[in-house]
């Protein structure tokens, strides 16, 4: 097991004892036979906030101790850090190999989910922080069952040619869905049920066989119905009046802006191209931080924008906003992963990333503007040019040239 703190200080400063010594190379011995990586090509990765198929009714679950102070003789699998007995119970309930106990220490989850094997719960090792416990959720399939599962193309087998690798799915009817509605797939996918953080992989067509050797990888058959037409994710509907409340020059739109964005100002010489442009992005979020649809937007970042347009004006810069994300927000493989349902909540919880992703978005449109600016700022929201005697952009563009640079990045925060 591993040392405590104290235990760690301990060590540090004092000799260990003949017995300590061989006690601590047979746990390092022992936990060095338990890693439970895929040979040669997976690291062991902890599964930290893993959710398992707890099947009892809510607050209905008891721990039963088996055997407290020891750990299994044998053990089976080792599921990661896992948050409660109940979780680990559920987990080794559905794991063939797994025998009908588990081994848990609930001072220290950090050291792991493991299951004993068939054999392996008695006469363990003494520990003073594990427990032995008997697992009490029912088992959905036998180990027989599960050979011969509709589902299972072959056992123990990796893809002999991987198409999509859609990261961590908890099971393999998600990673099943998520298969069958992904174009680049074919027919099967792997899986690991011992080790869903290794990913939900998709075999390319007609790439199921001839696959290396896994002995915690299964290829099953994708049995979800595939769509005759894969659609593209759907879109929402736009920002009403997103620029409300904002400072939008007067007079028509230019038509050299891309998409639905809006000149604040554009201070260069009449009917001259080039010069810089200083991009923001000012979207809605879902919390209302950055403005309401029935509202105007704060008085702070009205105040930035505001300050930014002056700076423009000054040293004659062009300034543009974005306040209407670009359609669809959401990738294919974040809308599979949201189960295709539910499209608000999968915006939302996809929305700081693809905010983020639209500020590179309106970096490439203008990088390829007809207007040929010479320097291209994209600006958070939340920044202003607040030192109005310098032109600081002019002087970061003649670093730049003097430096022979391309692309100067802030140190942000």
């Not at 027919?187 to 075999?203: I, K, Q, V």
């Not at 423009?312 to 349902?341: E, S």
């Amino acid at each position: 097991q591993p040392a405590t703190q104290e235990e760690s200080n301990s060590l540090a400063s004092s000799p260990l004892t003949s017995q300590e010594t061989q006690r601590a190379e047979r746990v390092q011995a022992r936990d060095k036979a338990l890693q439970t990586t895929a040979p040669g090509r997976y690291p062991v990765l902890e599964m930290s906030g893993t959710t398992s198929p707890v099947r009892h009714a809510p607050g209905a679950y008891i721990p039963k101790v088996y055997q407290s102070g020891h750990e299994c003789s044998r053990q089976a699998f080792n599921f990661g850090a896992i948050e409660t007995v109940e979780k680990c119970d559920a987990l080794a309930a559905d794991m063939p190999g797994c025998g009908d106990t588990i081994m848990f220490s609930k001072l220290h989850v950090d050291w792991h989910c493991r299951c004993c094997t068939n054999d392996g719960a008695d006469n363990g090792p003494p520990s003073e922080f594990w427990a032995v416990y008997t697992v009490q959720t029912p088992k959905t399939m036998s180990s027989v069952e599960k050979e011969n599962d509709p589902a299972m193309h072959m056992r123990k087998r990796e893809c002999g040619k991987q198409a999509v690798n859609f990261g961590h799915i908890a099971t393999a009817k998600a990673c099943d869905f998520v298969a069958a509605h992904t174009e680049e797939c074919g027919l099967h996918f792997m899986f690991s049920t011992a080790h869903p953080e290794w990913g939900c992989r998709c075999c390319a067509p007609e790439g199921e066989g001839d696959g290396p050797a896994g002995p915690y990888w299964d290829v099953y058959n994708v049995l979800t119905p595939r769509p005759k037409v894969f659609q593209p994710p759907p879109t929402l509907p736009p920002v009403p009046h997103p620029f409300q409340g904002l400072p939008i020059a007067d007079g028509p739109r230019p038509d050299w802006l891309a998409r639905e964005d809006e000149l604040i100002i554009d201070a260069r010489k009449p009917g001259s191209r080039g010069g810089i442009l200083i991009l923001q992005v000012v979207l809605m979020d879902a919390q209302s931080a950055w403005g309401k649809t029935s509202a105007a937007r704060p008085h702070w970042l009205r105040a930035i924008l505001a300050t930014n347009r002056a700076h423009a004006r000054r040293h004659g810069h062009t300034m543009v906003l974005r306040a209407q994300p670009t359609q669809p927000q959401l990738t294919h493989w974040q809308w599979r992963g949201c189960g295709m349902a539910g499209l608000a909540a999968c915006v939302k919880k996809h929305e700081r990333d693809n905010f983020n992703w639209e500020k590179h978005l309106m970096m490439s449109d203008y990088l390829l503007s007809s207007q040929n600016f010479t320097h291209i700022l994209m600006l958070d929201a939340d920044a202003a040019l607040v030192n109005r005697r310098h032109d600081t952009l002019r002087d970061i563009a003649a670093m730049m040239h003097k430096r022979k640079k391309h692309i100067f990045l802030t140190n942000e925060d």
